[in-house]
Nanobody
Framework: QLQASGGGLVQPGGSLRLSCQAS????????MAWYRQDPGKERELVASIIGRGRKEYADSTKGRFTISRDSAKKTMSMQMNSLKPEDSAVYYC?????????????????WGQGTLVTVSS
């Protein structure tokens, strides 16, 4: 299970920090990412982090957003600075999780419930 938090209303140029907590009988987590979706548009990748720290950002967020993770705590965060109105969307966390399913290890992708970010004056 993934629980996202940290969204809200912020003025242009402001900052927000999103967090995502994974829970359950987790063996390991590989790729974690943030996606966002505007109504009527496709969900798009904002930033991702793989393994011990290979990071990828959408061109529109490079230099403004910073993704990080704490593998021991099974959390992921994203610091969003210099926010623009076009950053407004529902943000979803995503993780590729290997967990204990009975006597076997199962790898599955999970989505968090989404957290709304609104950038407006």
């Amino acid at each position: 299970q993934l629980q996202a938090s940290g969204g809200g209303l912020v003025q242009p140029g402001g900052s927000l920090r999103l967090s995502c907590q994974a829970s359950g009988r987790i063996h390991s987590i590989d790729r974690m990412a943030w996606y966002r979706q505007d109504p009527g548009k496709e969900r798009e990748l904002v930033a991702s982090i793989i393994g011990r720290g290979r990071k990828e950002y959408a061109d529109s967020t490079k230099g403004r957003f910073t993704i990080s993770r704490d593998s021991a705590k099974k959390t992921m965060s994203m610091q969003m600075n210099s926010l623009k109105p076009e950053d407004s969307a529902v943000y979803y966390c995503y993780a590729e999780v290997t967990y204990y399913g009975g006597s076997a290890l199962i790898t599955e992708s999970f989505w968090g419930q989404g957290t709304l970010v609104t950038v407006s004056s």
